[in-house]
């Protein structure tokens, strides 16, 4: 058996699918491993990360298997999960194997790696919805709009480009703290990521930010309802983990 050991970016598990290749491995004797786990008789090899290659490999799935199916496994790779790049090499393997089309990779779910990877995309998916749903942007004193987030997933990549669209002329931040990584959009221009070490971000909002937000916050309380609260269904529509980064529940 050869086992990869791949950092957790979607940069070293491509790579280590162009090595599996390059180097003709046996699939059905090849592992991606992002932990440190140890394996009697097997080959360990360390990956490297290389744009080179994982540029190579996400055009070759993109020609292959379709924007969609590519999407997914990009969504797959980015969940917090330590079987995510056994599964997604599985199932670029079995696509690239029985040569299906755009949109029918995923087709075959009774392969558990494709279920896997199939479940990842989904449970991925539903997080960069609920974030782009429960979002609040804030204006710092300097008038850049600034958003705090602590996803399950690594999700700032799949919503950045839809506050991109929608707010083409402002200059805004989203920020990751459970990551580190700052979504920056410079007004008329491309966004891009930083990654970074750990930083301490302490915003400084403007007077009228300030005054939005109690008013908000006084808005919410006042046309809720008491005698129809449901905190059940509450807690179903709009999940606790989301509402210490949302104005109305600070």
Not at 18 to 46: G, N, Q, V
Not at 124 to 136: A, D, K, M, Y
Not at 187 to 199: F, I, S, T, V
């Amino acid at each position: 058996m050869v086992v990869y050991r791949c950092e957790d970016t979607a940069e070293s598990i491509f790579t280590a699918v162009y090595r599996a290749y390059e180097e003709k491995r046996c699939h059905e004797d090849t592992m991606l491993c992002l932990t440190d786990d140890t394996f009697l008789f097997a080959e360990d090899m360390e990956v490297e990360a290389d744009a080179v290659k994982t540029r190579k490999v996400m055009n070759t799935l993109l020609r292959r298997f379709g924007r969609e199916d590519c999407r997914r496994l990009s969504m797959a790779l980015a969940a917090e999960d330590e079987e995510k790049a056994q599964a997604v090499y599985r199932t670029i393997v079995e696509g690239l194997r029985c040569k299906v089309g755009p949109g029918h990779l995923f087709d075959n779910l009774a392969r558990n790696e494709i279920h896997k990877a199939f479940a990842l995309a989904r449970g991925v998916n539903t997080e960069v919805g609920h974030q782009i749903q429960f979002l609040r942007f804030q204006e710092l004193e300097s008038g850049i709009l600034y958003s705090r987030i602590g996803p399950k997933n690594d999700v700032l990549a799949f919503i950045m480009p839809h506050f991109a669209d929608r707010l083409p002329i402002e200059h805004f931040v989203i920020y990751d703290e459970k990551r580190n990584v700052f979504g920056i959009h410079p007004a008329g221009r491309q966004w891009y990521l930083l990654r970074g070490e750990e930083a301490d971000v302490q915003p400084r909002y403007s007077e009228e930010e300030l005054q939005y937000q109690e008013l908000f916050r006084q808005f919410c309380h006042t046309i809720t309802i008491e005698e129809r609260r449901n905190r059940k269904l509450q807690q179903n529509m709009l999940p606790l983990r989301f509402r210490e980064y949302m104005v109305e529940f600070q």
